[in-house]
């Protein structure tokens, strides 16, 4: 009864979203309704945009574009750090995961440094798998902390999706199933073609589903066909993740925690992982552009699609413009108007699409070509959102099955 009551006043004072969005200009980037949007900055290798769209109570998508020198050290290396936090049962990690991974980032490559006793100027993939395990680990130790009086928070996570260029090289590491494409122009006929380079880790994909079956070969219901999607244990369909420790330590898959998502039999190892797919490229003249985005984007577009929306226009819009084709899409299916769609409050509109995040990070060769060493002024920018006033009573999210959960 005291759940329904607070519940009922939730949603009674609850504010619509319009009343504290601002609508305007500022270094952040503008805001329209649950359209926040920077179309044009610099960053290190060239120019960027970014857009995000709220469909969620509480953004779960977190972002941001970070250009300048990846290390404590003012020395370098420099380069450029991008990151797409795609969050699922809350906003906790991924807002964890955009306070914390970078610094971790830039701590983790001075030890590396010490470790070697080097002077090297450029990334590894060491020191992106070390920030993504301290990451991981930092949140965990937070949920440990909150566990008594918090306990769903055991059951909130985030996907990962992260790019670095340094030195004329492209690193990517992904857990869960953000997504970045590079546009590459094809000599011969000019034409850009789209080259995925994350690896996503989503149950829908049937090599997930295998690798799965081989860690857990005495689960047969380790991957279970509910409601015509594929998902782990019935429960989620990311198999990688950051956070979701209701599924990695036995401790937190308990009471308090909701019955939905405790599992029937002990969990003898961790269902999910942490550990991130991570490839290199070796940038080149004909790599123009990369597309990083949340699942919400890749929901609607295809790979090609999706690229040549940004070949075809000017660059200053362009991760605007991906989110509007992808609401168009997303309008269409439900055969209703895109004008109508826009409409929608914040919460229901989750009904309609995703949370989006898009960052499209163009690759100017001559910029690309530069030494690690050289130096440039610090940029940062973070994807936006409704902006609550404080003490603001907002709806308390709890998982549900929609989305990566």
């Not at 050290?73 to 750090?81: A, D, K, L, V, W």
């Not at 970078?102 to 100027?121: A, G, N, T």
Request: proline share 4%; glycine share 6%; net charge neutral.
């Amino acid at each position: 009864m005291l759940t329904e009551l607070m519940n009922f006043l939730r949603a009674c004072f609850r504010p619509r979203s319009e009343h504290f969005v601002r609508t305007g200009s500022d270094a952040g980037g503008r805001q329209d309704g649950l359209l926040w949007y920077k179309d044009s900055g610099q960053h290190l290798n060239g120019e960027f945009s970014m857009a995000v769209v709220q469909a969620n109570n509480l953004l779960e998508d977190q972002s941001q574009l970070e250009s300048g020198s990846l290390s404590l050290h003012e020395s370098g290396p420099y380069g450029t750090f991008v990151g797409v936090y795609d969050g699922h049962g809350g906003p906790e990690t991924s807002r964890y995961i955009n306070d914390h991974l970078f610094h971790h980032l830039k701590s983790k490559w001075i030890l590396l440094l010490q470790d070697l006793l080097l002077e090297q100027q450029t990334m590894s993939i060491d020191v992106i798998r070390k920030a993504f395990q301290a990451t991981e680990d930092g949140f965990l130790s937070l949920v440990t902390k909150q566990w008594s009086m918090k306990p769903q928070i055991a059951a909130v996570g985030s996907c990962c999706l992260v790019g670095v260029i340094c030195n004329a090289t492209l690193y990517i590491a992904n857990v869960g199933d953000s997504r970045a494409v590079l546009g590459r122009v094809v000599n011969a006929t000019g034409e850009v073609l789209p080259i995925q380079l994350s690896t996503e880790h989503n149950a829908a994909i049937e090599s997930v589903r295998q690798e799965l079956h081989s860690l857990h070969p005495d689960d047969s219901q380790i991957v279970v066909l509910k409601h015509n999607v594929w998902r782990v244990k019935g429960i989620i369909q990311v198999s990688r993740s950051i956070g979701d420790v209701y599924l990695k330590r036995a401790e937190f898959n308990r009471e308090p925690l909701y019955a939905k998502f405790r599992l029937r039999e002990p969990m003898k190892r961790p269902i999910l992982s942490s550990e991130p797919s991570i490839s290199v490229h070796h940038l080149q003249p004909y790599d123009l552009f990369v597309i990083f985005a949340s699942d919400g984007l890749w929901e609607h577009l295809s790979n090609q699609e999706a690229v040549d929306i940004v070949q075809n226009h000017p660059h200053s819009g362009s991760a605007r413009r991906l989110v509007k084709a992808a609401l168009q899409e997303a309008a269409k299916k439900r055969e209703m108007r895109y004008s109508d769609l826009k409409k929608i409050d914040r919460g229901v509109r989750r009904h309609f699409h995703d949370d989006i995040t898009v960052i499209v990070v163009f690759l100017d060769s001559n910029l690309v070509s530069r030494a690690s060493s050289v130096r440039c002024p610090s940029i940062s920018v973070r994807g936006g959102g409704v902006n609550l006033p404080p003490n603001t009573l907002a709806p308390c999210t709890t998982p549900t099955e929609s989305g990566n959960t």
